[in-house]
């Protein structure tokens, strides 16, 4: 146990040693939008039972803080070490494993993130319903799931180049952002490839959503075959342009 607290408080001292400084605990927080921007920006990557995410890139939050609060550590600590993770993450570890892109969410919903995991993670699921710590909100304290993507009439994407609005908002709310630069959605991922230099076919698209390739993971337990077809689409349509 205590080399698990210690693990933690050397990486937050790694942290100042880089000049980096730390957050802290957040002032404020709503664990409900939290979990939806967890969802969108961060499930891809990581898991997290309460949100039913299965990512396997970055570690296993449920994994990772079980062990944190059975060595004593408090939610406030938790939600102190998220919110640092967030604006300090390591983006290319020595190692080569891909990185976490520094500030995936910002301000306020960076700290929203940070209280709803450490509401959450490590601990058993309790029916969707999660209690802020640390004197944060916690907005009523019941997250909802985020909204599944939507069709919107079949339209175009309105960022220009074309493509179909439903696939755009596939990408933008199944965390491709996070991971994947692509102008017209407005990212700068870049843990797998810039998709503008790669300009994939729809067939490739496709592929990779469905099956996956190191480090993404499969999407075929998550979106639809007619929403990998969408969101394919769009991606083929917009790259690169």
């Known amino acids: 146990m205590r080399r ?45 039972a309460d949100a039913g995410t299965t990512g396997t890139i970055g570690p296993n939050l449920d994994h990772a803080f079980a062990e944190s609060r059975a060595a004593g550590l408090g939610q406030s600590t938790i939600e102190a070490v998220v919110r640092d993770q967030i604006a300090y993450a390591v983006e290319h570890p020595s190692t080569g494993a891909p990185g976490m892109p520094r500030n995936l969410v910002t301000g306020s919903d960076a700290d929203d993130v940070a209280v709803y995991v450490a509401s959450v993670a490590g601990l058993p699921t309790s029916g969707g319903t999660t209690t802020g710590g640390g004197g944060a909100t916690t907005g009523g304290g019941t997250t909802t799931e985020a909204a599944p993507p939507t069709t919107t009439g079949g339209g175009t994407s309105t960022g220009g180049g074309g493509g179909t609005a439903e696939g755009k908002q596939i990408f933008l709310s199944a965390g491709c952002t996070s991971c994947h630069t692509l102008k017209d959605a407005g990212s700068t991922g870049t843990v797998g490839p810039n998709l503008d230099d790669a300009k994939p076919s729809k067939d490739l698209v496709v592929e990779r959503v469905t099956n996956g390739k190191t480090p993404m993971p499969s999407f075929k337990g998550q979106l639809t075959d007619a929403q990998i077809q969408a969101v394919a689409e769009y991606v083929s349509s917009v790259a690169g342009k």
């Open 4 to 48: 698990v607290v210690g693990a933690l408080a050397a990486a937050l001292a790694t942290i100042v040693a880089a000049g980096c400084g730390t957050v802290g605990i957040p002032e404020s927080g709503n664990a409900s939008s939290g979990k939806q921007l967890f969802t969108a920006k961060c499930g891809s990557c990581h898991t997290l």
